[in-house]
């Protein structure tokens, strides 16, 4: 599986396929400075974990090109990288990467080194990001017995990431090894992640898969028609606690009281040992237009108020097992999550 | 609270509100045959377990009336009905009415007395829909404390029945008793009929209420914010497995997890002791184009599969209490239903 065009650095502007237009139009936009790019990562052209925080790496790169070298230099870079942090407050990897970033700027020397500086870290993130990749592939194809149909929940893809995924990885990988029949996705409301990316994905890459209503899963995994669930995350708390797109908690409930194993595959870069349990996680709300309209037709009356989070937390006890890239991680969690993060650079 | 104006019978056709264009606009259909009928219950111009059974018990009078007397009226009137029977296959309202109004054609002796003695059968039905409505409104609130949030699912309300509803009418009453501060309508994929019906009605009935996804239910319920789940059913088996709208069952396994009560509301005509289990129910699946589009917007691409069932069936060991007019059942089920039931003719 070669990495899907998620995003790509062009020598001045980031590339991103457009993800509000699948599966309609693959469409691309260049984002040249921070302000574009900001506004893509908030209305989800790009999203999922990972990716979004590569293209804020990236958005660094951007920054520094952007603003003029002079007595303001600094205050104008680290200004442009505060925009970049308050675009989403759930996925952890957003904060690493512009953190890495902070402090790659520090050990340079004027505007020309810190951006070279900045554009080989953001190369090296994104590098770092498909060997996860593959390494999560490889380590949760293991866990899947043959002849499996798996279910999984919006979309920790290629698209999700620097372009092989996180839960996708492990699908990908299991189904180059024949051990996959059939992908069950559940469509993701409110935006349809599931429908709109991951059954892209998924037939791109000649994998059978059927979309369903995200409340029917429960019944598909009563009936015994699931061998795993396979999710991504946002967030991977000390504890082993997990942030997901919502509606993860309740398939976790449904997979735990059905003995249908629960596997999050998730990179170190989303893990935060600076939350201790999921509760400490701040769940993004977004906005009402989600739930009240599809295109030209109104589906909420005046007058009905909403509420739309945008991820839940699934507690390490109704998780199997979390697959990052350098192991598999069963609960109890917590011991586990900080021997893996032991000598990680990145979490220093 | 009055009857809403779901359906209603105008001398020679019976009158729908079109739900399909709820909430945006409020359309009538007059259906003067029973093909237009049965084409507006299949495609839910009118849906809702009791309101499709009542609605075929008009469609018996349009049937006698649409047919010529002479040698072939009967064959020609059973089939009509046959046409009725086969529109929709898990709400078993449906059957029950229609089997009613077979046995009263069986006692006509002409064509005249038929369509006399079907509309006052048709009338009778929708007389006791609404008292059975009134008291499961009673029984139902009588079960919520002060101060109550209640969470329920799809469109169990004056829509759903012949103008007062199922959860509905327990939210109905307990509101009036000043024992609602507000409810949460989950949106109901795929047709949305939280969104665009429960939020429609309760508005309309001046009751404060938020719509969310589907999935976000059960984050809602762990985090303690919901005093009681209140849904309705579209067959309730000997044994008190109940299945209702796909999305039930997950919520119920959320409310059993987190110690949340999970009321199902249903008169009497949702019950069949003919079934003995929940296994035993038909569930209805329904087509790709409704997770594929809305309205011009394609979700799917081209070549993903589907699974949408319309129905999803709860154990009665995950209810609380069943709430039919005669009175609150609590399981284990089975006897106490087959008490209920005894004497109550309609079932003999």
């Not at 062009?10 to 693959?26: V, Y």
């Not at 492990?170 to 993701?188: C, H, N, Q």
């Not at 699931?226 to 082993?240: E, H, L, P, Q």
Request: hydrophobic share 45%; glycine share 8%; aromatic share 6%.
């Amino acid at each position: 599986m070669d990495p899907l065009p998620t995003l790509k650095w062009k020598g001045d502007s980031l590339r991103l396929l457009d993800q509000r237009e699948l599966p309609c139009n693959e469409v691309y936009i260049d984002c040249r400075d921070v302000n574009s790019l900001a506004g893509a990562i908030r209305t989800l052209a790009v999203r999922g974990a990972p990716a979004i925080g590569i293209a804020a790496a990236y958005g660094a790169v951007l920054a520094a090109i952007t603003t003029d070298s002079g007595p303001d230099f600094i205050e104008g870079f680290q200004a442009k990288l505060d925009k970049l942090s308050g675009t989403r407050p759930t996925a952890v990897n957003l904060f690493h990467c512009i953190e890495i970033q902070r402090e790659v700027f520090r050990k340079t020397g004027n505007r020309e080194d810190a951006i070279k500086a900045l554009l080989e870290s953001a190369d090296d993130l994104l590098a770092q990001d498909l060997d996860a990749s593959r390494s999560m592939g490889r380590l949760g194809a293991e866990l899947l017995k043959p002849d499996s149909t798996v279910l999984t929940h919006c979309n920790a893809g290629g698209l999700a990431t620097a372009g092989l995924g996180t839960a996708l990885a492990v699908i990908y990988e299991a189904w180059d090894r024949g051990l996959i029949r059939k992908v069950y996705a559940d469509e993701t409301r409110p935006l349809l992640q599931g429908s709109r990316l991951t059954s892209w994905e998924l037939i791109r890459a000649g994998i059978p898969v059927d979309v369903l209503p995200d409340s029917a899963a429960a019944s598909l995994i009563r009936d015994g028609r699931i061998d795993a669930v396979i999710v991504g995350s946002d967030r991977v708390a000390a504890n082993g606690d997990i942030a997901n797109k919502i509606g993860t908690y309740p398939l976790a409930l449904a997979a735990l009281k059905h003995g249908v194993p629960f596997y999050v595959v998730a990179p170190l870069s989303t893990f935060d040992l600076s939350t201790n349990t999921g509760s400490e996680i701040i769940i993004e709300q977004r906005s009402r237009v989600e739930l009240s309209s599809y295109g030209e037709r109104q589906l909420l009356p005046e007058g009905a108020g909403y509420w739309n989070p945008a991820f839940d937390v699934t507690p390490a006890a109704a998780i199997t097992a979390i697959i990052c890239e350098k192991g598999v991680i069963s609960p109890p969690c917590e011991k586990t999550v900080r021997n893996m993060l032991d000598g990680v650079d990145m979490f220093l």
